[in-house]
């Protein structure tokens, strides 16, 4: 391991890449993509939960000037039109019934947006009107409307748990199993059985920039602009919906603003690219915020989670049960579901285990992948629960956590990667941070804890990039992994900087592109710093590999002897060439390039639960102290300290970003955010309803440590970042909160209102 | 070698891989192009050819609203404003004196077009007029005023040869000299000796797309979508133009509306740029088809020649002194005057020889590389006076060529390539084509014949390709070769195609981009199927490498044994399988890809006069039948027979429709172009006054004969093409039309005029 002293692009906080373009409004985002010809396309949404489809007649629309085409399942017959992430269950536009609110029913296009609104008026469509399940309760109630006529539409991909037979014909569409020890006699042995049910709301991704695509659709090719997080896995689907080959597809990825998981796999550009394939001209598909709030959002969930614990505060047997409502579509929702339910038992030694996440469908808008991907929904649950038993036996949060804490190389579970940090180290630093020791300042305060890992770096990746080096020695890094405004760029060229010798600001980073970027699997898991990382350095040491005989040549030294600094390669007496005059050498002129290319592959494993290792533990820790309120069941976070276990910063302002946008996000579901339903209408879509955070509802004192021991497998021992600071956030307010005024919420958020009701009652009890 | 009826891609005349695109108007060039915030450029022209600028003052065009900037001389100090394919001698606007009619003086971008225009017309040029030299002649005249005032601007780079320094203060800015055996003793030999001049016009290259460039600068970075044909040489210039470092800059060519040299190197992209650089706003630079006329011309060329032979009809001596007016600017001129000097020889058995061939200045537009590069301005006029001698020995004109060819594997010159084909095959093809023993069929009826041949491919290339395949088995073309309209993209699919054993369908070609494409030198001198060819056939055979390893293993057969055909992997007992289960065996899942890569490199040699051997040589014949209009001098083509050397035609109807495009070039610089200049200006920059080719000009009987002997060094024995069939063209008519009425025309074009006024005198001597 390269000592940090002797690095010179790792570990320093360099202007980001994208930086300049972006302030100045120069970036080109997918909305700044015009095409010869180009239209706009508008959906026409489903008013009803849940309905029959009787007639779809566009004739009338067809016929308003200005309008290109309408797309209508009676357009569907030649494609395969059925796509998702995990079952192809979701049509391109409602074929017999519609199933949520805002369900795509028939699109335009036409030669500006307000034609193309208005058209919609025209499009005459019939619905006999269905019984809906609009929540969890509802949808697995016996007797409840099948929103899927079979609950299993095909293989989910990639994984080894498909829906058993039991739930045919019910709303789960997946479960998750797993069982570890006995757990019968695990709570038969136990002093204490704890018993709990949370509940985590349904929130929006809200990304700066809604979904958008540009589509131009040839005869037998398809180009698209996109606003996605994983071109390569939306170039698959495409084709397979298309009935194309692979290299018949181009996704072109500009700038992407903001994506947190809504922009993974495929959502309206099956749509935007059938418009324009029936309007044979290049259509622009951009939604409004309000519509991306009924495009994806995350996974309600409600978890039961059953604990059963020694005397002496020992975790002895917990029972998970599960249930994501993943909405109308499946989404992501079994992997989703599957990764809740892997990682529901928390990073604690917990001998006996059984866990059943079920995925289930209701007549809400889809819930798919979201930053965290599952895991908050459990952290959530579980340490609320361990502050609960904690109090129950006397023993003081931090204590109970410590005696059950995982320790470094011990497994999480047998076959999967061993947990890879000292999560004591952490734990106390955030401990330290709030200052535990001096608990309850004043009235109505109080501080909580908490601790939280997940698997990182996403299930079996494969990865690769490049690195360019021009005639004149500067470089170009293609890179599939794409920048969405979490610093990938900036990261990824330090990367390449450090190993090749050079200033950040000699290397490139080239657009993305299908056709000629290297193959990612996607942008996802907190994956990018360590599995496109580590492609490349790869790349930088086959690039260099390539370079050492044709200096070693020119400075009359044996290849093995030299090294990389400053641009220049030197031999041991000092002597040194530029790459300039590498490159020269190597081709007689100005001109020819040499590429150095780096690849990544997960290994795959029978005895790992999830069928690969994981590729590193994402820890994090967050102590805070609160304030409520007691006239306005108001929350105020004094103090917030979130600890996160990096690895190696790479770029240490940008994790301190990603650390404190990570907590600003998940103040909101903690306390603000969640999309209402009220009789099957989403009554909050917008940004007037739906409160986000704002700077305002910062903590008053906020700190992010990194800790850095060169733990991760990523360059430089780095690991990945972006999602672990979300997942302590809500615990530890609900566990401060109910320090300050002892009520335990279970329900997120904890609105004013909530918390002032649940104070009222308890005041009333007493 | 592969026999011809083994192969299944290569030598089948597929569609067009672009051809579906092109003619349903759905491919996207230049024009098409949109940024937003994208504004539009127009340049003011010089009305002078020759004349100091006092003053240019843009302050009045600045403040007419819709304009957002304008570009002086005032501009250009912090950039290395001077640039040039050959020497830096063109600024981006005029600085202290304009030099042509047309030069740019000044350009203005504004929000569209019309307000563009209109702004030129107040900007306020104060000049002071110049006396100009606008012919070879008055250039090289004793007080000739000097167009540039030192005549060297720079090292000619990559070239051997120097301007000498008597040359300084002239207007003669480059000469090649080349000596062989001893002129002198030569001349002292021969029985006669034949002294001639000739002359070539000045023409146009006429790409239906005229010169168009959208230009996007941002801070650190130029992004230029461009009409180009050499992308990696244009992101070169700009880069040390802007003082940036190569990865700095990058081109996108969209496809290209023809190039015929004129899109080579460097022409408006400076001035784009530069405008987008100043008005800090993404820039559209579209000349019109007068201002493509301004912008660049093949040069006219006046080339005396001396040949001495013996009694018997062998060539012993010929002396070369060539002037090639370059106009205002050398862009290409010295390297066309280099290779213009080096193929002034032709393909004859000279023992002595001394050529002499200058880069003239004059004050017209610049003249740059044009299909042919130097050789048609020879070709003329060495093909014309072989003619002349054997008419004057009562040699017939074929058995007097036949006597004088290089026979194949002799040298054209010592150290370089040896001739590799047999030149007599195609002079008598070409001879019988047009019934060479039946002279005469008519009254004013001729026959002519020419054979002519240049180094083909180009000086000191650098290329290479990539094939990426898909996880479906499909596959992606990565070249930097720009599709002009030659067919180039389906040429490189069938080899590819031919080498991995799949229908050219399963191929599809990418963009090219020069930030991602492999680097290739440029698209010129019929290079890109021996070149590139070689370049995607060694990609291909980099890719069955790689896919060998594991359909070894899935076959349980060794690597060596297998075969690729119809898309599949075969072992020897004929068990096959796909690409995509080769694909979904090494990765595990269907994603990653695997890479091909294929390079060329030029030798080089201190032993080659160009200082590397040329590649292949390009030959070819043309037989023709005129028949003279004695009232008018109209030239009517009654039959013209083609033959090109391919080796191996890749595509054959392309090939032919190459040789046959070559031809109806040809016959325009014969028998119609001419930029005519009055008075310092051009008086006929549009196609009312400059007569082009129409169909009704062609040949009424007109064959093309491709020779296929698989001598080239491409892949399978193939050659280049697309520049031969234009070399015999204007002396086969010359002969042929001095066969038919007896007057022999020195100064193409062969205008009805010229030739009614050659007869009239011819007769009045009589």
Redesign the interface.
Known sequence: MRKAQTMRAVGKSFPRVDG??KV?G?A?YTV?V???GMIHGKILRSHYPHARLLKVNASKAERLPGVVAVLTRDDLASLNSYYGAAYKDQPIVATYKVRYVGDPVAAVVAVDEDIAEEALTLIDVEYEELPAAITIKEALSLNAPPVHETSTHGELM?YRYLPPEEFKGTNICYRFRYVKGDIVEGFKKAAYIFEDTFYFPRVQHYSMEPHITVAHV????ITLWASTQDP?TLQ?HL?EIFKL????V?VIVPYVGGGYGGKLSVKIEPLAAALSWKARRPVRLALSAEESFKTVTRHPAQYRLKTGVTRDGRLLARECEIYMDTGAYADAGPRVTQKAGYRALGPYRIPHAKTDAYTVYTNTVPAGAFRGFGTLQVTWAYESQMDIIAEKLGIDALEFRLKNLLRKGEDYTPGDTPVDCNLREGLLLAAKGIGWNRRGRGPNRGKGLSCCMKDGGGT?K?S?AALKM???G???L?TGTVELGQGARTAMTQIAAEELGVVPD???V??L?T?????D?ATNASSSTVVMGLCVQRAAQDLKRQLLRPAGKALKSKAESLTFRNGRIYNKKGQGISFEDVMINS???????I?G?G?Y?DK?SRKAVLGSPTTFWEVSWGGTEVEVERDTGEVRILKYVSVSDVGRAIHPIQCIGQDEGGVMFAIGHTLLEEMVYSDGHLVNPNLIDYRLPSFSDLPKNFETILLENQNGPGPYGSKGTGEGSLLPVASAIGNAVCNAVGVRIHDLPITPEKLWRAMKEKAGES
């Open positions: 300049e373009v100045t120069k080109l700044d015009e095409l010869p990639g040839e005869t037998d090719r390569f698959h084709a080959s692979v290299n018949r181009r079996y494969i690769s021009n005639p004149d500067t470089i170009i293609l000699r290397i490139i080239a657009q592109d056709d000629m970027t290297p193959y699997a081709f007689g002129t100005k001109g020819g390039e590429v290319k690849s592959q795959k």
